[in-house]
């Protein structure tokens, strides 16, 4: 399909898309430096066409025109109504030549049918590339373009047998799976996946205290087939846990992106981000950072990110207040609810497989908080809902605790079983704790019940 007919995936094939959007802001007439910037743009289009069906070393110059241009015409960069600083004229002008330079090499070739690879062809190429590649450094893009580059056109190829030779390095970041059981939350992620598989990119909050599974619905989300359809490998998962300045979450962009260091990282992944085309960034426990000194700095990156056009961002985070400066979707704005009864009890059977008739006032305590209701769901496995009920009742305090914020503290008994439980039984309820969360204490001698502190940076924080 021609680059002129409309959008796609991938960053050259936006190109019209953003030279319309950009001559559309247009207010006054334009000067003549960017009469000449639309002139190009139209003539990088053009190139772009021409040498799709050309050798890699020459799609390549048409590719890295495209890059740059595009990245130019993005907004936050040159806008048409303003001045023109002197380094953006330079940049410009370099562009400028850049592309009527690779449009008279591209005249000077013969057919393809009647091309003979030589020297001076090859050394022509050469500089070409170079030329382009100075323009792209100034714009912190000489890093990230080889990795575009080669992306797009492993997507355009790899349809068959190429799929499963992407390069390791290609790939931004893992994703965690999907969560193996999941209730009660399917029409909070169908929504959420309708908004982030639209045209239009958005900007996605979950908030609510730990424990309510934020993490197990991004997860969910980002693991729909729809979604994957979608943004493929631009999927960027990025936990911000122990992170607590704006800094800190760039440095971890940046390692994911295998962006390498430099004295300009919030620009490098900014600009990486740009070119990538249509990305979703998870980030994931925002909390800590959003919740330190470094707040103002946060926010501000967020809204950065935000400007991002081709960027769809969602956050997962304690508490019940978005970050101020973003235009978050409405969608989402509210905390997640806890869970219903009947969500609850398809939880606890798809981990502890069996019940008796006080497994609905067992789950009434856990106030329908997942983590909590996993937690003794394991716990379940081995003893029923009316011993557990009995052991926590003689100890006279409740499952679950909060203090009227978002940190929540969930109690564990180990030792204090009732007596009508058999010492081996007793002994293994013990030694249970919950085998899919491994960094749980276990049982002490010295200790009835376990503590478990979300949200307040004691053990067992979950999210």
């Known amino acids: 399909m021609s680059t002129a007919s409309g959008p796609s995936n991938g960053q050259q094939a936006t190109l019209p898309d953003k030279l319309a959007r950009w001559k559309a802001g247009v207010s006054s007439k334009l000067d003549p430096l960017k009469e000449r910037l639309v002139e190009t743009t139209t003539k990088v289009i053009g190139i772009y066409d021409l040498v799709r069906e050309q050798r890699n070393d020459i799609r390549e110059l048409g590719e890295k025109l495209a890059l740059i241009n595009g990245h130019i015409l993005s907004p936050g960069h ?74 797009d056109r492993l997507e355009r190829e790899a349809a068959g047998s190429l799929a499963g030779q992407v390069p390791e390095d290609l790939l931004l970041a893992e994703i965690p799976p999907a969560p193996v059981v999941f209730h009660g939350r399917d029409d909070l992620v169908e ?22 599974g934020k993490t197990s619905v991004a997860a969910s989300v980002i693991n729909n087939t729809k979604v994957k359809a979608k ?31 430099g004295s300009d990282v919030r620009r490098a992944v900014l600009t990486y981000l740009l070119s990538q085309g249509c990305i979703l960034l998870v980030l994931d426990n925002l909390e800590t950072a959003w919740d330190s000194p470094d707040k103002v700095n946060v926010e501000h990156l967020l809204g950065k990110l935000a400007e991002l056009s081709s960027l769809s961002l969602l956050v997962t985070m304690r508490g019940a207040i978005r970050p101020a400066g973003v235009d978050w979707a409405a969608t989402c704005a509210d905390p997640l609810t806890p869970l219903s009864l009947d969500a609850a009890r398809q939880l606890w059977m798809s981990i502890a497989r069996h019940h008796d008739e006080n497994v609905d006032r ?33 100890e006279k305090t409740a499952l679950v605790e909060t203090d009227g914020g978002d940190r929540l503290t969930i109690w564990m008994c180990l030792s204090g079983c009732p007596s009508t439980l058999t010492p081996c039984r007793r002994t293994q309820m013990q030694r249970n704790c919950s085998p899919s969360f491994p960094s749980f204490p276990k049982a002490s001698p010295s200790r009835t019940c376990q503590r478990f502190c979300l949200g307040c940076g004691a053990q067992g924080k979950v999210h």
Do not use: W
Request: net charge negative; with cysteine; proline share 6%.
């Open 231 to 261: 943004y493929g490998r631009r999927i960027l998962f990025v936990s911000c846990e122990g992170l607590v300045t704006a800094e800190g979450i760039l440095n971890a962009l940046a390692a994911c992106l295998h962006i390498p260091p």
């Open 362 to 394: 067992l789950l009434n305590r856990l106030d329908g908080l997942p983590l909590a209701i996993t937690l003794m769901a394991h716990q379940g496995q081995l003893v029923s809902p009316t011993d557990l009920l009995e052991a926590y009742e003689s």
């Open 78 to 151: 040159l806008s048409p109504n303003s001045d023109v600083d002197e380094p953006t004229m330079k940049l410009l002008q370099e562009l400028i030549n850049a592309a009527g330079d690779v449009d008279a090499f591209l005249k000077s070739l013969r057919p393809p049918a009647k091309r003979r690879y030589n020297f001076d062809e090859s050394d022509e190429l050469t500089k070409l590339h170079k030329k382009l590649d100075s323009i792209m450094s100034q714009l912190a893009l000489s890093h990230t373009v080889g990795i575009g580059v080669r992306v």
């Open 191 to 212: 929504s959420i996946v309708e908004l982030v598989c639209r045209c239009e990119t958005c900007r996605i909050p979950l908030l609510g205290p730990g424990g309510i």
